[in-house]
C-alpha cells in the first residue's frame, strides 16, 4: 500500500495570508516527528505487532494531540493518528484479523473433557 501524506489536510493549513502549511504551522524545523522519520507504511500495518509499533512511535510526539484532533476531524479512514487506531474515520481498539469468521467457535480441552465427562453421566444414569 503506498500512502500519500498531503499537509494540506492539516486543519488550519489556509487561515489567513501568512498561513503556514502543514505541521510546520505547529512545529518548528529542528523538531524531529516520528511520523516524518519513519517509513510511512508504519502508520498503516496490518499487523497487531506493527500496529503496537506505530502507536508506540507515537508515543512521545509533541504533535500527538494535534495529529489525533485532525484525524478526528476528518474522519480518518484508516491508520495510526495521534497514537490510536482508525478504522471507517472512529477510533478501534484493535483491528480485525483477515478472513471469514469461524462458523463454530474452537473448543478448548477444557471443553472437550467437560462434554466428555457429561455423556458418560448420561450414559450411566
Known amino acids: 500500500m503506498t500512502v500519500l501524506f498531503s499537509e494540506l489536510l492539516v486543519p488550519g493549513w489556509a487561515q489567513g495570508p501568512d498561513a503556514k502549511i502543514g505541521v510546520t504551522a ?3 524545523s529542528s523538531t524531529k516527528l ?8 508504519t502508520f498503516f500495518a496490518e ?38 487506531l482508525f478504522e471507517d474515520g472512529k477510533v478501534i481498539q484493535a483491528k480485525r484479523t483477515a478472513g471469514r469468521p469461524r462458523l463454530n467457535p ?5 471443553t ?4 466428555q465427562n457429561e455423556k458418560e453421566v448420561q450414559l450411566a444414569s
Open 26 to 28: 505547529f512545529a518548528d
Open 34 to 41: 516520528p511520523c516524518h522519520q519513519a517509513d510511512p507504511e
Open 47 to 84: 499487523s497487531q505487532a506493527e500496529i503496537s509499533y506505530a502507536k508506540a512511535l507515537c508515543g512521545e510526539c509533541p504533535m500527538r494531540a494535534k495529529c489525533l484532533e485532525g484525524a478526528l476531524s476528518r474522519a480518518e479512514p484508516c491508520g495510526i493518528w495521534g497514537g490510536e
Open 106 to 110: 474452537l473448543t478448548t480441552e477444557a
Open 112 to 115: 472437550q473433557v467437560t462434554d
